[in-house]
């Protein structure tokens, strides 16, 4: 059975920086591309970014140059480190194994002032 639990949300404001962690069991982590996925409220799920077993990164448009992703194998975690960040990327983040169905609990961002 594989699990992945998200932790790392919380309330920041504007402009201010958090690092969200996934960590996974019951699947083999180093050969599986890995995801980040985020949903708004009254907004569809999107993809926020991946990374593939060898560490190649894919971003949306929205974050590129502010969101990080990022992997340790041997703890069979993904990151996702979050700077300057908007209003806007206020959402539940979900951690993903794209393509097979499997889904974190999701952590809650909230960027208020």
């Known amino acids: 059975q594989v699990q992945l639990v998200e932790s790392g949300g919380g309330l920041v404001q504007p402009g201010g920086s958090l690092r969200l962690s996934c960590v996974a069991s019951?699947?083999?982590?180093?050969?599986?591309?890995m995801a980040w996925y985020r949903q708004a409220p009254g907004k569809q799920r999107e993809l926020v970014a991946l990374?593939?077993?060898?560490?190649?990164?894919n971003y949306a448009g929205s974050v590129k140059g502010r969101f990080t992703i990022s992997r340790d194998n041997a703890k069979n975690t993904v990151y996702l480190r979050m700077n300057s960040l908007k209003f806007e990327d206020t959402a539940v983040y979900y951690c993903?194994?794209?393509?097979?169905?499997?889904w974190g609990q999701g952590t809650q961002v909230t960027v208020s002032s």
């Open positions: 993903s194994v794209p393509g097979t169905g499997y």
């Open positions: 019951g699947t083999i982590f180093s050969t599986n591309t």
């Open positions: 990374i593939t077993p060898g560490g190649g990164t």
